[in-house]
């Protein structure tokens, strides 16, 4: 469904990717693990077209992406996560909501409106509060939910546990792994455990390059992970 | 004091009109963070075009205020195109539209035989609008970057500059007035000692309708809550599928169009037409969003109606050469006590 090909983006002279190759394939998850400053929201960033890349190219279902103003891709349904939730804070929490179905042009936004409310009770609760005055936990189901009102082809998260308390933590990754159904998704993790957990399928960045790919299952038990990413509780 | 009632009845149809100047200004603020300088020239151009439909194409007044609002919107929207978005973004779009602007303008204030002068404001114009619907359609600017907020302001200084000499060229300094039978002149009784003209009363009623179909437009549309979004963060908007700039294009749209309303509806309340009309209202205009809380539309609204009573309050009952004194202390003092203005967050709005 995503095919990305040797990505290279760099911020003026400092180049952050040097070659990504990655495959998201249709009804996966995926996962992309690596530390700080590996160059993972650089990469979906380069997706989503908030970035151009300067070689290299993404194919969202044989379509090439690479370079396309971002509203473009959105309405592609390829919707982004963005790191640090992001909610639009002057906006009540059903307004953020609404926002997320800009791209659609069907009836069927009131219906979704409350499925979003069925799954995610907080937001039902605080539909008129702005969404600026949420918890932590609570604005990332409202990233979550808006970006679910798009009806998305491919869910890219970045970072979804980013400040989460471990409870949230485990409630974010259980949503994750209930939309499977719905939609493909791209999980970006520091939280290397959790991403594999729920992951069909894995790849490691580190320094703008894969450097390692592998079923999750398979990942979650090779040593030399185990050691750089989950810790040696595992 | 018997005059009182009578004051404070031209305070609010004046702070009516103000609103609608000031909450398009606001507006545009809200989603660029920059001080649009020319909404006074808009707001002159949209009296002129009125002045223009009911004096050259016999239209009734009715036609003509809307017609003056479409021409002030999308004078708002080139102004945009113009002076504002190739500062973030430039397009191959924005280098032609320059060039049928230069032509357009050498071909309006140039020295040239009739004949010669309509085929160069035509030609201008074409290559304007070719440019334009480029510039539209671009999917990869040729440049883009962050600007500094003194750029844009600068740019519209220059935009400024260029609509009021053009508004000479072709109207002349001197004030130009609408026809005397336009509009009927008995005056309602309201009280016995307070009165209201017809055309102060649709002042009154239009810029109030005005208000709520905004007022709506903010709060109950994809477009508003897209304008809202993008006021607080370009980036996410852009995540969520809104095209930005075209947004901002509706927007500067809008409020051209607000600024066009008020232009027609003053210059025929006082009727009174001049190329250099805008000034005064800006700096009321730069008051009362300031005072309402930058980008609040709703504490714009309610800052020009204070305005609008200061403004005729203080030439009733002190002196006309004080107004604008007084305008001004309220503006200091509302910068001394809440510097965000009276409705502004507190909390800056870019996270
Ligand atoms: N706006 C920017 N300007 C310059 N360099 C940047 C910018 N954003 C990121 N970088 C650099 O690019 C590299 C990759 O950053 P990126 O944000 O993609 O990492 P990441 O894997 O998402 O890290 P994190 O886990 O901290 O979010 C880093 O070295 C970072 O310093
Ligand atoms: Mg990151």
């Given amino acids: 469904m995503l095919l990305v090909e040797d990505l290279h983006t760099s911020y003026g002279s400092i180049a952050a990717l040097k070659g990504v190759s990655f495959r998201v394939p249709e009804g996966s998850v995926v996962a992309m693990v690596g530390a700080n400053g590996a160059g993972k929201s650089t990469t979906v960033n380069t997706i989503s077209g908030l970035l151009a890349p300067n070689k290299g190219s993404v194919r969202f279902q044989g379509v090439e992406i690479g370079g396309r103003r971002p509203d473009i891709v959105a309405s592609l349904g390829l919707i982004q996560v963005p790191e640090g939730r992001q909610v639009l804070g002057s906006l009540s929490v059903e307004e953020n909501l609404l926002l997320g179905a800009y791209t659609r042009r069907d009836s069927e936004i009131t219906q979704d409106l409350k499925k979003i409310y069925d799954r995610f009770h907080q937001l039902s609760v605080r539909r008129k509060q702005l969404s600026d005055s949420l918890s932590g936990g609570e604005q990332q189901m409202l990233a979550l939910g808006r970006a679910l009102m798009a009806r998305p082809k491919l869910l890219m998260l970045d970072e979804p546990s980013l400040g989460l308390a471990p409870l949230v933590v485990n409630e974010v990754f259980k949503i994750i792994s209930s939309l499977r159904e719905q939609t493909t998704i791209l999980v970006i993790e520091q939280n290397a455990r959790k991403a594999l957990q729920v992951a069909d399928f894995a790849y490691v960045m580190e320094g703008g390059k894969i450097v390692r790919e592998g079923p999750a299952s398979q990942l979650q038990d090779d040593p030399a992970i185990v050691e750089a990413y989950l810790g040696k509780k595992l | ?351």
């Fill in chain 2, 1 to 351: 004091m018997t005059q009182l009632p009578q004051q404070l009845i031209n305070g609010v149809w004046q702070g009516a009109a103000l609103a609608l100047f000031a909450m398009g200004y606001t507006l545009v603020f809200g989603v660029l963070n920059v001080v649009n300088l020319a909404h006074g020239a808009t707001f002159m151009w949209g009296a002129f075009i009125a002045f223009v439909c009911v004096t050259k194409l016999n239209l009734s007044l009715w036609y003509s205020i809307p017609v003056a609002m479409i021409g002030a919107g999308f004078m708002g929207v080139l102004l945009d195109r113009l002076a504002f978005k190739p500062l973030r973004s430039l397009t191959a779009g924005s280098l032609v539209m320059w060039a049928g602007f230069l032509v357009l303008l050498t071909g309006m204030l140039g020295d040239w035989s009739p004949g010669t002068r309509r085929v160069v404001i035509l030609s201008g114009s074409v290559v304007l609008l070719a440019g334009l619907i480029q510039d539209f359609r671009s999917v990869r600017p040729l440049r883009q970057r962050e600007v500094p907020h003194l750029a844009p302001m600068i740019s519209s200084i220059g935009a400024t500059f260029i609509l009021v000499s053009l508004a000479m060229g072709e109207f002349g300094a001197q004030v130009s007035r609408f026809p005397m039978n336009l509009f009927p002149i008995k005056p309602y009784q309201l009280t016995s000692n307070a009165v209201i003209s017809p055309i102060q009363a649709l002042v009154l009623v239009l810029s109030l309708t005005l208000m709520i179909i905004l007022h709506l437009l903010i709060k109950r549309t994809q477009m508003g809550r897209a304008i809202r979004g993008i006021a607080w963060s370009e980036r996410t908007s852009r995540l969520l599928g809104i095209n930005v700039d075209f947004v901002i294009a509706q927007t500067f749209f809008i409020s051209g169009a607000l600024a066009g309303a008020a232009g027609v509806l003053l210059g025929l309340a006082f009727n009174r037409l001049e190329p250099t009309m805008g000034h005064e209202v800006e700096l009321a205009g730069l008051t009362v969003i300031i005072v309402g809380g930058m980008g609040s539309i709703g504490g714009a609204a309610l800052a020009a109606f204070l305005v609008g009573m200061i403004r005729v309050l203080s030439v009733a009952y002190i002196d006309s050469s004080f107004r604008d004194a007084f305008v001004f202390g309220l503006l200091i003092l509302v910068l001394l006590i809440r510097p965000s203005g009276m409705f502004g967050r507190s909390k800056v709005s870019r996270a």
